[in-house]
């Protein structure tokens, strides 16, 4: 008798995303939101611990410090895009002022970079926030329950306390989520995806904190998933044209591709890689550029013929 096949496993529906009754689940009960964000949360554990080795997981968190951003600079009534914090950064020369829209990327960027399992963890936590946040920031390893309680528990701490320092609140509660279920580093989830009106009943205390954390999290995880699928598609894509590429230096840029959510061919890898002593000139960093947009593996983000960025 012949074996039976196996089925063909399409790694970004069968693996990766939540089922249908998870993510069908808003508006319910607090009961059965608390048991949908718990099982989205460990749905999405399971995706980021990657025992395949296939997700580029700065790329992941870089991409989600984007979305971070945006959500705290709508908060403060902003309306800088995404174009616009990939410029801030990316086009800056060093000293360069990056405004508001790159210094809250950098700050979400700096926080997921963070190693939570490192001594000074703490210590490195505390210089992104303002300075009256820093001081009264609580004993983080004193919360109990869930993780999701103990991140609503902080979040409305801080912001009944500041009233105005939602981004700080929000950093604090994925710090906590991220700490009390083990992972490594933070993973911005709940910035993006808890809506203002919850976050101003939160700051006056005329809503559950921990309901709305819950409802936020199946979709900041569903989001999170998807993204880590897309991106673990891409990332692939790219692995494999690696043998293709004959420019000095090209491993190296690719690794740059992969943990950056956008990149400058000038200035990123040109004079020199970006965390490397690899040099690689002006021209060779746009041919480069331009070679991995050919194969298919990069997009070019913003349609411009001059000031160009890059990303997977």
């Known amino acids: 008798m012949k074996p039976a096949k196996k089925p063909v496993s399409d790694d970004t529906q069968t693996i990766h995303l939540l089922p249908r009754w998870v ?3 808003q508006g319910q009960d607090t009961d059965t939101v608390a048991f949908t964000s718990g099982a989205a949360l460990a749905k999405l554990d399971v995706v980021l611990r990657d025992r395949r080795g296939t997700l580029p997981s700065v790329l992941l968190r870089d991409r989600m410090a984007v979305e971070a951003s945006i959500a705290c600079l709508k908060l403060e009534n902003r309306r800088e895009t995404t174009s616009d914090i990939r410029d801030a950064v990316c086009l800056a020369r060093a000293g360069d002022a990056l405004g508001p829209a790159g210094d809250i990327f950098l700050a979400w960027r700096k926080l997921a970079q963070i190693n939570l399992t490192a001594s000074g963890w703490k210590e490195r936590v505390t210089k992104l926030l303002p300075g009256p946040v820093a001081e009264a920031m609580p ?3 004193s919360l109990e329950g869930t993780p999701v309680a103990q991140a609503a528990q902080v979040l409305a701490d801080v912001l009944q306390q500041f009233l105005r320092q939602e981004a700080a609140a929000l950093m604090l509660a994925d710090v906590v989520l991220a700490r009390a279920i083990g992972w490594d580093r933070v993973i911005p989830l709940l910035a993006a ?8 009943g939160i700051a006056e205390d005329e809503t559950d904190p921990a309901q709305c954390a819950h409802r936020a999290m199946v979709v900041a995880c569903d989001g999170a998933i998807r993204s880590a699928a897309d991106l673990s598609r891409r990332a692939k894509k790219l692995r494999a044209v690696a043998p293709k590429l004959r420019a000095k230096g090209s491993n190296e840029a690719l690794d740059l591709f992969l943990s950056h959510d956008a990149v400058s061919p000038s200035g990123m890898l040109s004079p020199m890689i970006v965390g490397t002593s690899m040099p690689m000139t002006d021209r060779a960093a ?3 550029c331009d070679r991995l947009v050919e194969l298919g593996v990069v997009r070019e983000l913003t349609g411009r013929p001059t000031f160009r960025l890059y990303g997977v």
């Open 23 to 25: 993510t069908s689940a």
């Open 139 to 141: 004993e983080l390893g």
């Open 193 to 200: 995806h808890l809506p203002r009106k919850d976050i101003r």
């Open 286 to 288: 746009r041919r480069f």
